[in-house]
């Protein structure tokens, strides 16, 4: 059987600037070998296979450059949306979860919304074997049929609050909690910075060669991550061509906190502890000045956009019009968060685009369509460390397609005034991928993904979440609500507050 196929859409959307052509598509392998008119094709490919995608535009892969492997979402686990401290301060009273089904859960819905590539940032289940998790949640991926880049996570400090208010909110608590969170928990991540990198020379010998999986390290953020560790780990990084995918400046208490320790302002000090460069790539950055913007422009980092999260977190909005007006490469990412708590990518897109819109008619202007799709594209395939073998659709680049459906945007009429670049992106939802092609193979198609029983999939990551429902040690669950409240007591005090 040939290994040569011809996709033959309705119209093509080559890369972010262009305009939708009549273009079809041949793919070679696990690249993409020739683009042109359907007839000429046809003629010059004698003997491929055909697949028909009538009423569809082929568009590059959707990246969706940061979120944690959790296919069942926040809401489904048990969680309010809060404050995102507040949130992470619940988890303590929960079980772990089996990271393999949740993860591959996961890689099945974003496959199903047309995402060829993910960013998995760093994320610990706190089974007290970190490395056992990376592996499961890099299997789930590999079976999925997902391209993913897989973040090394790395944390040494800021467990109980952010620093350096550490030991005054511990010395705050009643002595059950004190002793409680004094007590050695389970190790979240590999350990120290010599730990971290064995871990990552082990990853890399295991998936050296990979055509679908590539490697980064994940340090937590700021205010999790000594210098210390910080500048190992950007060292080992520069050694060996790695990215470094961190938080950032997401929330409030975060903003305050790096004012705190880092009075010079946190990316300049990241900066000269060799973080920021074009291989790093900030999630979030809600908080930011002018001068961080610059910074991050002239660095070349890449920002993560992630608007859903970001409101149902009570983050607040990152300032997309000023990062693209100041140069700034911004992706944008679900965080498995997204407003409608799904993993649609490109409603989230359509919603940073209109929070970009403020009111000011002097103000910056709002994102283009280009920069819009850049951000689904190219700027997410830099955020994965795998430009420019990804993102647009021309001859040598990797076999990641999406086919949407623009039956619902054109539907019942749309004006020929209207270019259709913008009605997909003020129309067009998850929902409406009819294929998506990662690598040259075809992984979903009219609702069925290769290769995978999605019920048994869901009962699977149903069941996990069950025997995760409750902890060891049933009063951790309440240990941990009263902990939670003292975080927020401790937050609320340290808040500015409005003159």
Known sequence: ???????????????????????CVVVRGDSISDVGGREELLQRWTGARLVELPGCLLMPGMVNAHQHGRGISQVQLGYQDDFLEAWISSRRGRGTLDPYPITKLAAVNMLVHGVTTTVHANYSYGTGDYEAEIRASLRAYDEAGIRVTMCVGAMDRGFTVYPPHETCFLTALPNELQNWLSHPGV???????????ALMNRLQSDYAGHPRIRLC????????VSDELWSKLARD???????????????????????????????QHLKRLGVMNERATIAH????????????????????????CNLRLRNGIAPLARYLARGARVAIGTDNAALADDEDVLKELRLAALLART??????????????FAMLTVNGARAAQLAPDIGIIAPGKKADLVAVDLARVREPYLDPDMPLADAVLARANGRDVRMTMVD?????????????????LERQAAAAALRARLPQELENRARAR???QQHVSHNRAQAPRDH
Do not use: C
């Open 1 to 23: 059987m040939s290994d040569t196929t011809v996709l033959l859409p309705d119209a093509t959307l080559a890369s972010p600037d262009a305009t939708p052509g009549a273009d």
């Open 187 to 197: 190790q979240l991540y590999a350990g120290s910075a010599e730990d971290t990198i």
């Open 217 to 224: 390290y994940g340090p937590a953020g700021p205010q999790w």
């Open 237 to 267: 990084a520069d050694q060996h061509g790695l990215g470094l995918h961190l938080h950032a400046l997401e929330s409030p208490a975060q903003a305050a906190a790096a004012s705190e320790l880092y009075p010079g302002g946190v990316l």
């Open 285 to 308: 950055g809600v908080w930011v000045t002018d001068r961080d913007i610059d910074l991050i422009a002239e660095t070349g980092t890449t920002v993560v956009r992630n608007p859903g």
């Open 359 to 372: 009111p000011d008619w002097n103000g910056d202007p709002p994102p283009s369509t280009g920069q819009l």
């Open 440 to 456: 040259g193979h075809v992984v979903f198609r009219d609702g069925m993904v290769a290769g995978v029983d999605r019920s048994e």
């Open 482 to 484: 009263a902990r939670k």
